[in-house]
């Protein structure tokens, strides 16, 4: 007996944007079971293989045949770049391989890998985090905060978490504490 969808999938199928007709070139198209979808692979190709299916309820489809979320277009696919590759913080352009540190980004124009001051430390350089002390870096305009914080005795790792969660008007309070130490 040759296999095909039973009745209760061919009501999710139709509750996922398909119709009658549609089952029936499934069938045609040699998709007769669940299983099957796992060939097929992907929206694009169920689309191809049923003339009219949006992809969105192809998507919808495959979703449910392979029980999660449908591959998406590049899902899957492993890339593997060198660890000194650079990415612009700005608008995430690949920056070619003679560039170095502090160098205009070649798509944006801006500097694609600022150069940070630790508030830990006081070392300087690019990325996210400090390559003296392994502090994680901060916005430049809160350098000074993060250095009271410090000397409030905050240890190192709960500083950037504590800025996060810092509202304005609490930062307010603290730029206060340090202009009355400044004198």
Known sequence: M???????????????????????????????????????GDAATLAGLVPGLKADAAAAVLAWALGGEAPAAGV??????????????????????DYKSGELCVSCGKQAEPILSCYWCSASGPGKFCRQCGSEFIPTPEV???????????????????????????????????RKSRG
């Not at 089952?23 to 079971?33: D, E, T, V």
């Not at 770049?81 to 913080?89: K, R």
């Not at 993060?146 to 810092?166: F, N």
Request: net charge positive.
């Open 2 to 40: 040759p296999k095909t969808f039973s009745a209760l999938e061919k009501n999710i199928l139709k509750t996922k944007g398909l119709t009658d007709a549609q089952i029936k070139k499934l069938a045609k198209a040699g998709i007769k079971g669940r299983d099957d979808f796992k060939t097929v």
């Open 76 to 97: 899957g696919k492993v890339v593997v770049e060198s660890p000194d590759v650079v990415y612009c913080v700005h608008c995430k352009a690949k920056q070619p391989k």
């Open 144 to 178: 000074d905060l993060a250095i009271q914080l410090k000397r409030d005795g905050l240890p190192k790792d709960e500083i950037p978490k504590k800025l996060k969660s810092m509202s304005a008007a609490d930062k307010d309070l603290l730029w206060g504490r340090i």
